[in-house]
T-cell receptor, first 114, second 116 residues
Framework: AQSVTQLGSHVSVSEGALVLLRCNYS??????LFWYVQYPNQGLQLLLK??????LVKGINGFEAEFKKSETSFHLTKPSAHMSDAAEYFC????????????FGGGTRLMVKP | KAGVTQTPRYLIKTRGQQVTLSCSPI?????VSWYQQTPGQGLQFLFE???????NKGNFPGRFSGRQFSNSRSEMNVSTLELGDSALYLC???????????????FGEGSRLTVL
């Protein structure tokens, strides 16, 4: 069975500071990993994905994440936070035969202080 | 191109009632998945439909059911509502099943159900 753990349900950073949201996963087979963002009263929007290949993946809005198999991690980073980044972020995993059955982490609410 | 459309966006029901939620996928998308989002349990997979057939089902009681029509629109139904069913119900669509693997899964804004 697969699972996802997001360390820190709330993270607060100052505008311009580094954003680091942590995600660790458990999967018995090579995973497909995702970060989604949810703005208030909206659905989920894909930020970035790791399927195969390069372990450092870049997404929208300046975010990137690195797949580290040895650490079973897929942490999300952004060099400089912007006020518009305030939202809830979800790490998710699925496996080859699970398709659209994503397993999500508990989410991390990012707050950006001016 | 219109996105995934969910109706109604908000609704209030009382315990014991039933509710039906609707999802119209993106044009050309034939796979529809449903997720429940609650503060306590987070985001959980409910079920996935393709070609009017349920392909996968999450770990929810039989009170939760769904169906898909020939035009790919989907409905989910919750019978005998309980307070714990209060949640945001998200629908997601893709062209084909399994495209969640490549991130080609698009979410609607959800239907927020409150059970009193």
């Amino acid at each position: 069975a697969q699972s996802v753990t997001q360390l820190g349900s709330h993270v607060s950073v100052s505008e311009g500071a580094l954003v680091l949201l942590r995600c660790n996963y458990s999967s018995s087979v090579p995973p497909y990993l995702f970060w989604y963002v949810q703005y208030p009263n909206q659905g989920l929007q894909l930020l970035l994905k790791y399927t195969t290949g390069a372990t450092l993946v870049k997404g929208i809005n300046g975010f990137e994440a690195e797949f580290k198999k040895s650490e079973t991690s897929f942490h999300l980073t952004k060099p400089s936070a912007h006020m518009s980044d305030a939202a809830e972020y979800f790490c998710a995993v699925t496996e080859g035969d699970a398709g659209n059955m994503l397993t999500f982490g508990g989410g991390t609410r990012l707050m950006v202080k001016p | 191109k219109a996105g995934v459309t969910q109706t109604p966006r908000y609704l209030i029901k009382t315990r014991g009632q039933q509710v039906t939620l609707s999802c119209s996928p993106i044009s050309g998308h034939r796979s529809v998945s449903w997720y429940q989002q609650t503060p306590g349990q987070g985001l959980q997979f409910l079920f996935e439909y393709f070609s009017e057939t349920q392909r996968n089902k999450g770990n929810f009681p039989g009170r939760f059911s769904g169906r898909q029509f020939s035009n790919s629109r989907s409905e989910m139904n919750v019978s005998t509502l309980e307070l714990g069913d209060s949640a945001l119900y998200l629908c997601a669509s893709s062209v084909l099943p399994g495209q969640g693997l490549t991130g080609e899964l698009f979410f609607g804004e959800g239907s927020r159900l409150t059970v009193l």
